[in-house]
Each structure stands twice: as C-alpha cells, then as structure tokens.
C-alpha cells in the first residue's frame, strides 16, 4: 500500500514537471513570435519592431533574443544609453558564450559611439575571451586602444596646460601682491620721509625759539624794568590834593600879585585919580 502512494507520487510530481515544461515551451515560443514580429518590423516601424520586442521581454524576462534586439534597434536609433543597458541585460541572461561574445561585442560598439574609449577596450577583451577567433572584434580592439592612448595624451596635455595656466595665474597674483607690497612700502617710506621732515622742522623751530625766546624775555624785562624806574623817578601828581611845595608858591604868587595891586592903588592916591573897581552898564 505504502509503495503504492510512493509510486502514485512520483508519477504526479512527473506529470507537473512535464506540464510547467510545456507551459514554459508555449511561453518562449509566444516571446519568440514577439521577436520575430519586432525583427519584421524593426527595418520599416522602430516604435512597433520596439513594442514587440517589449511585448518578448514581458512575456519572458529572461528571453536572451528580446533583449538584444532591442538593444540593438536602439543602437540604429542612436539611443546609446538604451542600447548600452539592453545589451548589458542581454549579457547577465546569455547562457552560451556565443551569446556573451555578441553582447559584448556591441557594447564596445556603443562605448566608441560615445567617445569612451577605454571602456570599449575592456568590452572587445570580454568578447574576444568568449570568441577569440572574431576577427572583426579584434580589429575594433585594435581602433578602442589607439583611441584610448590618444584620449590618455590628450588629458595629460590638459592637465599640463591647466598646471601651466594655474601656475601662470598664481605667478600674476604673487607678482600683484609684489607690486602691492612695494606700493605700500613705498608710500610707508614716503610717510616717513614726511614725518621725518615735520620732526626736524619741529626742532629748527624749537631751536629758533630758544634761541631767541632768551634774547625776547631779556629786552622785555629790561624795558619793563627801565618803565618802572622812571616811573620811579617821576613824581606821579595825587589828585585832589596840593603838595606843600604847591601851596608856598600859590600863596607867594598871591601876596606878589596883591602886592601889585595895592602898589598901584597908593600910585593913583598919590596922583588923585580914582579907580574904578566895578564895570559901568
């Protein structure tokens, strides 16, 4: 009995196996239809050759046709980034050298479309480890290194050129700074030839000054000196007050001139004649 379910099992699971692989075949040949619809197509109508291709992909993810003709109706186009992706996926996928041989084969082709020269190298080296007898990859090996040396001369040139434009430019700024510095050197010597001429002018005038600022206070003091002494010697009249001196010589002056008078009046006595001592009107 127990053998009996063992067998009925195996014949089961065999009878499942059988039918997922007739499920997968029925699978591949619909993408497969897709690939030759796109292939028909791909001369006359990209965008409908592109819709069956996707169609292929989609029906199976890993349909290794689908893939790289898409990548390469991509590259027609001049859709290299597309096609540079398609035929990266077509690479993964491929199962026989053959298959890798060609994919890589085109990827070199769209790296020299996009000037990468030495990554298209390296995918002609890849395509040539899976078919070394290619001679067309060889040839295009050979075109990808002289571009890639002439690519590598080119950047060193740049690189050079820059170095010298960059030194060139440092150069022109250090000199501009140079020229900065001497400037202002310059005008710091100029302030302090000024200064230097202010700071002996200052002493001329300061020995000037001393040198006559002696001579000034002597003759000022001397001449005060001399005003004080007259003054001195001049009697300075008080006001309001007669000195003694004065008042002899008033009171001299009065009794001379009262002597006069009354000298002439016993004159006229004598001569009878009378004098008149008030004015007539």
């Known amino acids: 009995m127990q053998k009996l379910f063992l067998i009925t099992i195996l ?22 239809n897709f690939v030759y619809e796109g292939n028909t197509l791909v001369n006359e109508d990209f965008v409908a050759a592109e819709m069956a291709y996707r169609k292929a992909l989609s029906k199976q993810e890993g349909n290794i046709a689908g893939a790289y003709n898409l990548g390469n109706s991509y ?19 491929a199962t026989s050298k053959a298959e890798k041989h060609k994919a890589y084969h085109n990827m070199g082709n769209v790296f020299m479309q996009t000037k990468k020269c030495k990554e298209a190298v390296e995918a002609y080296k890849n395509a040539l480890r899976n078919n070394p007898t290619d001679d067309e990859t060889r040839y295009n090996l050979g075109l990808a290194k002289d571009c890639a040396k002439q690519q590598e001369q080119e950047n060193k040139d740049n690189k050079d050129d820059k ?40 002493e001329k005038e300061d020995e000037k000054d001393k040198d006559e600022k002696p001579e000034d206070d002597e003759k000022k003091a001397d001449k005060g000196k001399g005003d004080e002494d007259k003054k001195e010697q001049q009697p300075q009249p008080r006001e309001g007050r007669l000195s003694p ?3 002899k010589n008033l009171l001299e002056a009065m009794n001379n001139q009262e002597q006069k008078v009354q000298d002439k009046i016993n004159a006229e006595q004598q001569k009878g004649v009378k004098i008149k001592t008030e004015k007539d009107w």
Request: without cysteine.
């Open 11 to 32: 014949l089961l699971s065999q009878l499942g196996f059988s039918q997922q692989k007739n499920k997968q075949k029925v699978i591949e040949k619909q993408a497969n």
């Open 75 to 93: 590259y027609k186009e001049g859709n290299y980034q597309e096609a540079l992706y398609r035929h990266q996926q077509t690479a993964k996928l």
């Open 163 to 202: 170095e010298d434009k960059d030194n060139s430019e440092d150069k022109k700024d250090e000199n501009k700074e140079n020229k900065d510095e001497n400037k202002k050197d310059d005008k710091k010597e100029g302030e302090g030839d000024d200064e230097d001429k202010k700071d002996e002018n200052s």
């Open 245 to 247: 001196q004065q008042v």
